[in-house]
């Protein structure tokens, strides 16, 4: 951590206002954190003139007095499958490694206006296809809890925005975005001891997210603080009228009280009987119960409910996600678009060796599985039968809501596995494994949050995950608010 910084957006703004620290040289040294923490490989690649630009700039408007809010001048990283103009957006990919974008992602416009600090552009697994981030063409990213980062014993820092989540939790970025196709944001927030949000589908505009699955995807956020979180919500969240699946009403600034004034009596909490799984932990299991009392204990309901369809979730989850995987690849054919081989054959033998060079093993096999259950042979019994599960698992939320206001799960079923571990395993048993309580959220669009509370044994983070009604974050940020100032997770024993 840059112990030479504060904690939260707020106080960094609060420096800056009062000339303790000055946004020029805070990215100056933001910019040798980097270069210092560069063995993690968070960042695909930097943007150091855009930075220093952006800082000077800032730096006037506070000398000035007229700031743009509490986001101007602070450091923040962006993960590469969002469109930056000028900057490369490589998805970790071959296929897109020489890919400059022309145009800004529209949440990364909105934190530009708002006079944040673009480091750089952070590392993720190939298309955000994975858990670990292990999958880039750049190489894995290692979480910087890890006790040793040499050979292959350090901890993974999850995935698919694993490079966003150590980029904030090493202290480099107050904040980074990510994206949120069925835990991408939450398992590494998890891993790295971070504030993981996925919001209500419609809420973040996707323009300029390079598409994974689109009826899941959604952007989503890192920060180290729930405030620092809301932040950034409050200021991407909302319309845009170049993505025609946001919401169409005027978007309201979400405001909280101060963690002291938060009163849970009369909340009535949700314990999912189907997320005591197999391979929970005994840590990850004490650690759910010890919040569940400590809500109770402050008033709260707290009871257990069923969601009959999470057994079945992680299995339409792949479906939908391979056969969505295969409509959305098949745009980059190396002539139109993507990286383009130096065969020198027919179109039908160009096509092929550009996709075999550009895609990894795990985009080959998810393409190759998903035209599989779209055959018409198979349309019927594969995907026509996991939408209409789909509906099933979004009904489960829908029924379980009418009983509670918020669910509490896991985030991860164990702290962060070590590198050696994890990729004994194929990627899609990890997913398997990994996601079990992430990606029912994407399923039924709904908000969820991943909470640090403590660390385990070996000194690692463990997380809780909070999880409510389409356009509850304002639920999900008082509840989660008062959790993170009753648990008070050590962000400081990176510093030890």
């Not at 480091?119 to 990213?141: E, H, W």
């Not at 980059?332 to 075999?356: N, P």
């Not at 939320?397 to 590198?419: C, G, K, M, N, W």
Request: overall charge neutral.
């Amino acid at each position: 951590m840059n112990r030479r910084l504060p904690l939260k957006l707020k106080e960094l703004s609060e420096c800056f206002r009062t000339r303790s620290l000055e946004p020029f040289s805070t990215t100056e040294q933001t910019l040798q954190l980097t270069d210092r923490l560069k063995h993690l490989n968070a960042f695909i690649r930097t943007s150091p003139e855009k930075a220093l630009v952006q800082a000077e700039k800032s730096s006037s408007r506070y000398k000035a007095g007229k700031p743009l809010g509490v986001l101007d001048g602070a450091p923040i990283a962006v993960k590469d499958n969002f469109c930056i103009k000028g900057i490369p957006t490589t998805c970790a990919a071959r296929m897109l490694e020489s890919f400059v974008p022309m145009y800004n992602a529209t949440v990364y416009e909105r934190l530009e206006r708002a006079g944040a600090v673009l480091v750089g552009k952070t590392n993720l697994d190939q298309y955000g296809m994975g858990s670990g981030t292990v999958d880039s063409i750049f190489g894995p990213t290692k979480n910087c809890w890890s006790a040793d980062v040499d050979g292959d014993e350090y901890r993974i820092a999850g995935g698919s925005s694993g490079g966003s989540a150590v980029a904030v939790a090493s202290g480099i970025c107050f904040a980074a975005l990510g994206s949120d196709t069925g835990g991408s944001t939450r398992n590494p927030a998890s891993y790295c001891g971070v504030v993981g949000l996925k919001p209500t589908y419609g809420l973040l505009s996707r323009h300029g997210l390079i598409p994974l699955v689109n009826s899941m995807d959604v952007p989503g956020i890192l920060t180290r603080t729930v405030d620092d979180c809301l932040a950034v919500f409050n200021t991407i969240a909302g319309p845009d009228d170049r993505d025609s699946t946001t919401i169409k009403s005027f978007f309201k600034p979400i405001s909280i009280p101060d963690a002291a004034s938060i009163c849970l009596k009369g909340l009535k909490v949700g314990i999912p009987i189907e997320y005591h799984c197999e391979g929970l932990s005994d840590e990850v299991l004490s650690t759910w119960t010890k919040v569940a009392d400590l809500l109770e204990d402050a008033g709260a309901t707290v009871k257990a409910i069923s969601l009959p369809y999470t057994s079945a979730s992680i299995f339409v989850y792949s479906i939908l996600n391979q056969c969505e995987v295969a409509s959305n690849m098949a745009r980059y054919d190396g002539i139109e678009f993507g990286h383009r081989s130096d065969e020198d054959a027919s179109t039908e033998q160009l096509y092929a060796k550009s996709r075999a060079e550009g895609f990894n093993g795990v985009v080959k096999n998810r393409i190759l599985a998903g035209n599989f259950f779209l055959l018409r042979r198979n349309y019927d019994k594969y995907f026509e039968k996991a939408l209409k599960v789909r509906r099933q698992i979004a009904n489960d939320f829908d029924q379980a809501f009418q009983e509670v206001d918020i669910l509490l799960t896991p985030t991860t079923l164990s702290d962060a596995p070590r590198y050696s571990e994890f990729v004994q395993s194929n990627n899609r048993d990890q997913c398997a494994v990994q996601d079990f309580c992430t990606q029912p959220a994407n399923m039924g669009g709904i908000p969820a949050l991943s909470l640090p509370i403590r660390l385990s044994e070996q000194k690692l983070p463990i997380s809780l995950q909070l999880m409510a009604p389409n356009f509850s974050e304002k639920r999900i940020f008082k509840v989660a608010k008062w959790i993170e100032d009753q648990v008070k997770f050590d962000r400081n024993y990176l510093d030890n």
